[in-house]
Antibody
Framework: QVQLVQSEAEVKKPGASVKVSCKVS????????MHWVRQAPGKGLEWIGG????????LYAEEFQGRVILTEDTSTDTAFMELSNLRSEDTAVYFC?????????????????WGQGTMVIVSS | DLQMTQSPSSLSASVGDRVTITCRAS??????LNWYQQKPGKAPKLLIY???TLQSGVPSRFSGRGSGTDFTLTISSLRPEDVATYFC?????????FGGGTKVEIK
């Protein structure tokens, strides 16, 4: 059974960086179009960025541009999200999620498979 | 960016009730609309994609309708296991954005 297994919770100081991992267990990362979504405590879901399956480019939400880097290591089937210059507002649960084309030959995409989430706390 | 507005933000209903949640897009998005269910401490789960198509394994009491800017998620007969927060999300273009969520509780 395929699972997305994320790294453990992190506590960081303001200004530091954090790198969260998402390992495909029981499958291959090449079968996934990995994206990242975060959720601040008691708040809604916010898309950070991910791989565009059409052209292989990495897309980022504007508010994270220049502060986030998404990478993949296919040798270990692991995706990474690195967020730098952390501030208290970055305290959130970070999810990896697969963006899938749900309808053959039609561009209806959805996040059909999610990791369990990684809590990142930013506090001095 | 496309904004997604959900209403109500929370609701309380009895077991067996019909429950409807609304999602409105700030621009027309066709049927590029998905619905997710999130239980406390868990990752979201895809319920419906393309506005009205039920994801495999999702009970048939869930249904979605709408196109353009106005969408609804309906639970035909509320069950205790449906207690969760529900989110809409557009896939029309990036950045993908989510609605603010609707928390469903049992009265």
């Amino acid at each position: 059974q395929v699972q997305l297994v994320q790294s453990e919770a992190e506590v960081k100081k303001p200004g530091a960086s954090v790198k969260v991992s998402c390992k495909v267990s029981g499958g291959s990362l090449t079968e996934f179009s990995m994206h990242w979504v975060r959720q601040a405590p008691g708040k809604g879901l916010e898309w950070i960025g991910g791989l565009d399956p059409e052209d292989g480019e990495t897309l980022y939400a504007e508010e994270f541009q220049g502060r986030v880097i998404l990478t993949e290591d296919t040798s270990t089937d692991t995706a990474f999200m690195e967020l730098s210059n952390l501030r208290s507002e970055d305290t959130a649960v970070y999810f990896c999620a697969n963006l899938r084309d749900m309808v053959i030959n039609r561009p209806f995409q959805a996040f059909d498979f999610w990791g369990q989430g990684t809590m990142v706390i930013v506090s001095s | 960016d496309l904004q997604m507005t959900q209403s109500p933000s929370s609701l309380s209903a009895s077991v067996g009730d019909r429950v409807t949640i609304t999602c409105r897009a700030s621009l027309t998005i066709g049927t590029y609309l998905n619905w997710y269910q999130q239980k406390p401490g868990k990752a979201p789960k895809l319920l419906i994609y393309a506005a009205s198509t039920l994801q495999s394994g999702v009970p048939s009491r869930f249904s979605g309708r709408g196109s353009g800017t106005d969408f609804t998620l309906t639970i035909s007969s509320l069950r205790p296991e449906d207690v969760a927060t529900y989110f809409c999300q557009h896939s029309f273009s990036t950045p993908f954005t989510f609605g603010g969520g609707t928390k469903v509780e049992i009265k």
